[in-house]
Every structure is written in structure tokens, then in C-alpha cells.
């Protein structure tokens, strides 16, 4: 663990850039939903756009996660607390996935997505 | 008792307790909200009605996202003085961090603060209205409130022209009984008993004023006569019952067997009987113009009812939803009706209401027409046509079929969508009607009563994408707040410990620090999802 003087000095710059990392990203993030140059797939909202949002939520968060969360260098127990939690969290997403899908006139998952 | 390994590691996880406590508790919080975004998804695919995307004004949103993000750093940086032994840095940096949760609830204050100011109408013919109601300033109708404020014409009032009043004994509620007499004192009108009224042996004849008092008399009298008047039915039956089970042909049977030809005899017990007022008729004379806000009464045409139960006997009047500043005409709910029918959708526009009656709004929609049709072309000569001859890229149908406040603005000030100038604190309230007014840019609209589907405001009970905003956010709010609390708690209460075990301090505000980043966490993902998408 960074506990020595020196090593909590060198993860303060490291808070400073990441902090820096995660503006830039939400920032990102308002100018593709919102600048038309920057719109991916239709003109507008559509899946494209949930997605490319969502993979950069997903990646500000692993950040938050990873570096100020320190589950870079966690212990074991952690690890499977914080994992197990996530497991149930997409089981529950895929569960309402599921619900929306017809049971009688099932023909696979159907997510929006244009393929 | 001491609690164990608080701030040396436990052997056998290698962590101190409290960092297990955390992340089990934060395990939980991560089950409890993906509860609530796996609602959103389900809410969201099953909507009926048009989910209203990217409507909530982003830069609050924006804002507070870089209020959380820099509160995670400076919460690191406090736990980081903690562990240099550095107590200022401490401070500074878990003062930033509280203040940061301050300026997130403001904003989020004054977001709520403007939807839950913020009317929305919902016509029969689907077409939504949204703005603000208010009363016309200059039809001052000389009465004045229990407040003593002017009361005016025009707002969100239900008017009926009253004949006769009818309570309910238990369940009349005073404040209305005397607002009920307030107004016919001032239209000089007087309300009387309608007939004569008998209360244990005394009579009270028609013609009797309307009081409070005399009300609370009728109700403590039917109260009585009921309690009375169940005591004798109950006696009676009793005595039926027993008289029936002494036959001897009956004792072999059931009593379910008995029960049809158990009876009361009501001639025997008439004198018992006491009579009931479960309610009492007051005649208005001469007919007059009662008004009762609308949240309160549920018209109808010839009996209009308040939520006491107290009947308002007469013809309802003009009584129209009042708009003075329309900022925003939404029709795609009623494309999306035309489309299920197999309707064009221009076509059912054009025959709503409110195309067919106000002009202002017909204006607007010929000009959100002209401004589509150019930013189609727009788009046509910038993507141009697919194999099929297709336009690559159309406008969605928010850009078709909702005419919002800022293109009333831009169609107000003449330049096209998109170009119109934004007032800074139009960004975070919503349109700023006292500078847009000599432009006129909103229309003044009155909406018959009987075509209004659903009118409110802005809050969860509008439609499920506002009912899942709220819990959301309002849920997440607390966590900043208790968040908030813990974290001043180690800044304000933290200076003892501070000097006595500093390494305890630090491993509670790493755990506390913990719980803030999750609250980040968790905003990461509901900006862009209810702001965004």
C-alpha cells in the first residue's frame, strides 16, 4: 500500500492528472451528446450515442474506482465484495433485459441494437 | 468495549475492520441503485409515451458533475494530509470538499425548485402544454382571500354557478365550510337550510343560516344517533338469534342453515331508532359563482364535488386553464397516437385543438416547420443519400414535433433554431419571462376545461421518466448529504484525535472518503443517462 511519505507524495500528482483525466472526459461526454459535428450513428439520440455515453461513464468510473478508490492495490476480500455486488447488479439488468423480451413470442434478445 | 483492529490490520484479511464494513456497505449501495437503473431501463422500454430525451438543462448538470469530480480529488488530498501529517492540508482540502457538497445541493435545489414551478398540460387530443399559469392581473374580481389578498380571475380555478350546497355531516372540512361562506358573503347571497331538520326532539327550521356551529351540531347529533342506532339493530338481532336457536325444531341445525330467515324486525325497534344526517342540503339564494381552486374540486357539469365530499349543486362555468406564458408545445405524443393509427402525423397536428384554435400556436408551428425543413436539407447536402435514396440523416422527432421555449425565443428575436441568445441564468431557471416580454415571445392561451386530460407540474407524478428523476437524484442527494456530514464531522470533531492517534484519523477518513467517491461514482453514471440520453 502507498503509506511512506514519499510514495502518498507521488500518488498526489497521480489524484491531480486523474482528476484532470475525468474533467476532460465529462466534457467529452456533454460535447458528443450535444455538438452536432461530434453526433455518431443518426442525427440525434440513438443507440450509438447510449453507447459511446455509457463506455465513457464505464471508463470515468473504473478511474474513480482504480485510483481513488485505490482498488489498484487492494486486498483479495475486496476484490470479491466489491466484484460479487457487480455480478448481482448484471444479473438484474439482464433479468429486466429478459422481462422485456416476449416469453410467448420469444426471438432472441432484442437491445435496441441495429444488428 | 474497545472495537478491534480499528486501526491495525486484522492478520488473517490483512485490512482494519471498518475498510471491510465500507465495502460490504458500499456492495449493498451498488445492489440498491442498480436497483434503481435497472427500474429506469424497465421504465424506459416500456414507456407508452414519448420518454423525453435530453430534457433537463445540462449545464446544472454539467456543473455539478465538476463539483463532484473535484470534491472526489480534494477528499484524497485531505486523507493524503492526514497521512504526511499535515493538518492545514487536511483542512483546506476537507473544507473544499464539504463546500463542493453545498454548491451540488443548491443546484440540485434549484433544478427541483424549477420543474416543481413549472405547469404541464396534457390535452384529450394528446397535444401537451407547458409554461406557467397565472391570474390576469387586470380581472380583479373586488374579493379578496382569508389572507386578505386580491383574488383575480383566470387562474386554475373551477367556477360554478351554486344552487344549493350539500355536506357531508362527517366528513366536512371548516376552512372550506367558511370559505364557502366567505364567498357568498361577498357576492351577498345567503345560505340557508334547505329543510326542516329534526335533532333529538329539537327542530331546526328551513331557512336556518349556514354556520360552522350549526354543521358541528348536525355531525355530533349523527354521530350519536349512529352509534345508537347500530346498539338497537345489534340488541335486536341478538335477541333474534336466540329466540330462533330456542325452537326446538332448529337445534339440530347450523346456524349458516338459520341465517336467511333471521330477520330484524324493524316495526319493533322504530321507536328505538334515532334519525341520521350522513349529510344536509343548504340552499344558495340567490344562485352564486362559487370558486375553488382545482386541485380541490372535481367538476362536473351540472355537480362539482371538494375533497370534503361537500356537493356544489349548479351549472359549471367557464372555467379554462389560463397559460400566460406558453414555453413549450409538445405534439409528439400525439404523432406517436397518429402512427399507431396509421395517421400522417402533420395531418392529425393540424387537427388538434390547438392548431384549429389559437393562432399564435399555429404561427409556431409553421415556423418549427419552415426551421425542419431546413435543417433537413442541411443535412441532406452534408451526408447526403444512402444506396436506397435515403436520407442518411433526419431530424429527430424532438426537432419535428416540440416547439420548446428556446425556439420560441429564436422565432420571437427572428433568427433560426438554434442561434438564439441565452441568457446565463435562462440556462439554470428556465425562460426569464420579464425580459422576454416585449417581444412577446410566449403565447397567452386559454384552454376549455373540458378538452384538460392531466395538468401539474413537474413532479413524479407527471410521468414515470420525471417519478424515476426524482427518486434517483433525490436519492443520491442524501447520500451527499450524509456524505457531507461524516466528512465535516472528521474536519470540525477530528482535531483530538488528530493529535492523539493521527493513523486512526486517517484510516476513518479513507473509509469516509470511500463512501464519497461512490457517491461520484454513482453521478458519473446519472448525468449522462438522465441528462444526456
Known amino acids: 500500500m502507498a503509506d511512506s511519505p514519499e510514495q502518498i507524495k507521488k500518488s498526489i500528482k497521480t489524484y491531480t492528472i486523474i482528476g484532470l483525466v475525468l474533467f476532460l472526459f465529462t466534457g467529452i461526454t456533454v460535447a458528443v451528446a450535444t455538438v452536432p459535428a461530434l453526433d455518431i450513428g443518426v442525427h440525434g439520440f440513438d443507440v450509438w450515442d447510449m453507447i459511446l455515453g455509457l463506455l465513457i461513464a464505464s471508463f470515468k468510473a473504473t478511474l474513480v474506482g482504480y485510483v481513488f478508490m485505490h482498488l489498484n492495490h487492494e486486498k483479495k476480500a475486496i476484490y470479491w465484495i466489491f466484484f460479487g455486488s457487480m455480478v448481482f447488479f448484471a444479473f438484474m439488468i439482464a433479468l429486466i433485459m429478459s422481462a422485456k423480451s416476449d416469453p410467448i413470442h420469444f426471438n432472441g434478445f432484442n437491445f435496441g441494437l441495429p444488428f | ?533
Open chain 2, 1 to 533: 468495549m474497545e472495537i478491534p483492529y480499528i486501526f491495525t490490520p486484522r492478520k488473517d484479511t490483512g485490512m482494519v475492520n471498518s475498510k471491510i464494513a465500507i465495502w460490504l456497505f458500499l456492495a449493498s449501495e451498488v445492489m440498491l441503485f442498480g436497483g434503481f437503473f435497472s427500474s429506469y431501463v424497465y421504465l424506459r422500454l416500456g414507456a407508452d409515451y414519448p420518454w423525453p430525451e435530453r430534457a433537463l438543462p445540462v449545464l446544472p448538470g454539467l456543473i455539478n458533475t465538476f463539483v463532484l469530480i473535484f470534491s472526489s480529488v480534494t477528499v484524497v488530498f485531505a486523507w493524503a494530509g492526514l497521512k504526511l501529517r499535515k493538518w492545514r492540508m487536511f483542512q483546506v482540502s476537507m473544507g473544499i470538499t464539504i463546500a463542493c457538497a453545498a454548491v451540488f445541493m443548491v443546484l440540485k435545489a434549484i433544478e427541483y425548485n424549477v420543474k416543481w414551478h413549472h405547469q404541464a398540460v396534457r390535452l384529450k387530443d394528446y397535444t401537451i402544454l407547458e409554461g406557467h399559469l397565472d391570474y390576469d392581473k387586470k380581472a380583479n374580481t373586488g374579493e379578496v382571500t382569508k389572507d386578505g389578498k386580491p383574488v383575480f380571475a383566470e387562474a386554475d380555478q373551477i367556477h360554478v354557478a351554486t344552487e344549493s350546497l350539500t355536506f357531508n355531516t362527517l366528513r366536512f372540512h371548516k376552512p372550506w365550510v367558511e370559505e364557502l361562506l366567505r364567498q357568498a358573503g361577498s357576492n351577498g347571497a345567503k345560505v340557508e337550510l334547505a329543510e326542516e331538520l329534526s335533532i333529538q326532539g329539537e327542530k331546526i327550521p328551513a331557512g336556518t343560516p349556514l354556520s360552522v356551529d350549526l354543521l358541528t351540531k348536525i355531525q355530533k347529533n349523527h354521530i350519536q344517533s349512529r352509534t345508537n342506532n347500530s346498539d338497537v339493530r345489534t340488541e335486536a338481532l341478538r335477541a333474534e338469534w336466540i329466540a330462533t336457536y330456542a325452537k326446538p325444531e332448529n337445534a339440530d341445525k347450523k346456524g349458516w342453515e338459520l341465517a336467511p330467515g333471521v330477520n330484524i324486525d324493524v316495526a319493533k325497534i322504530k321507536d328505538q331508532l334515532m334519525l341520521e344526517t350522513p349529510s344536509v342540503t343548504f340552499a344558495v339564494k340567490p344562485t352564486t359563482n362559487f370558486w375553488f381552486y382545482h386541485r380541490d374540486v372535481k367538476e362536473g357539469a351540472t355537480q362539482s364535488r371538494l375533497r370534503d365530499d361537500t356537493v356544489l349543486n349548479g351549472k359549471l362555468l367557464d372555467s379554462p386553464v389560463a397559460f400566460h406564458n406558453l414555453d413549450a408545445i409538445d405534439f409528439r405524443h400525439v404523432v406517436m397516437k397518429a402512427e399507431e393509427k396509421g395517421i400522417d402525423p402533420v395531418v392529425a397536428i393540424e387537427n388538434t385543438w390547438l392548431i384549429k384554435n389559437s393562432k399564435e400556436a399555429r404561427e409556431a408551428w409553421e415556423w418549427n416547420k419552415a426551421q425542419t425543413a431546413k435543417l433537413e436539407q442541411q443535412l441532406l447536402e452534408k451526408h447526403g443519400k444512402d444506396e436506397n435514396g435515403v436520407a442518411k440523416r433526419v431530424p429527430t422527432a424532438t426537432e419535428r414535433y416540440r416547439i420548446g421555449w428556446k425556439d420560441f425565443i429564436a422565432k420571437a428575436d427572428g433568427v433560426d433554431r438554434g442561434k438564439e441568445e441565452i441568457h446565463v441564468s435562462e440556462e439554470f431557471m428556465g425562460p426569464n419571462y420579464k425580459l422576454r416580454e416585449p417581444k412577446h415571445t410566449f403565447p397567452h392561451l386559454k384552454v376549455p376545461r373540458d378538452l384538460v386530460f392531466l395538468s401539474g407540474k413537474f413532479t413524479p407524478a407527471w410521468n414515470t421518466y420525471y417519478a424515476i428523476y426524482f427518486t434517483m437524484t433525490f436519492l443520491h442527494g442524501l447520500h451527499v448529504v450524509g456524505g457531507a456530514v461524516v466528512l465535516g464531522y472528521y474536519l470540525f470533531c477530528g482535531k483530538k484525535m488528530y493529535q492523539s492517534n493521527p493513523e486512526w484519523l486517517a484510516n476513518r477518513v479513507e473509509v469516509g472518503g470511500l463512501f464519497w467517491h461512490f457517491v461520484d461514482l454513482v453521478w458519473i453514471f446519472l448525468f449522462p443517462i438522465l441528462y444526456l440520453m
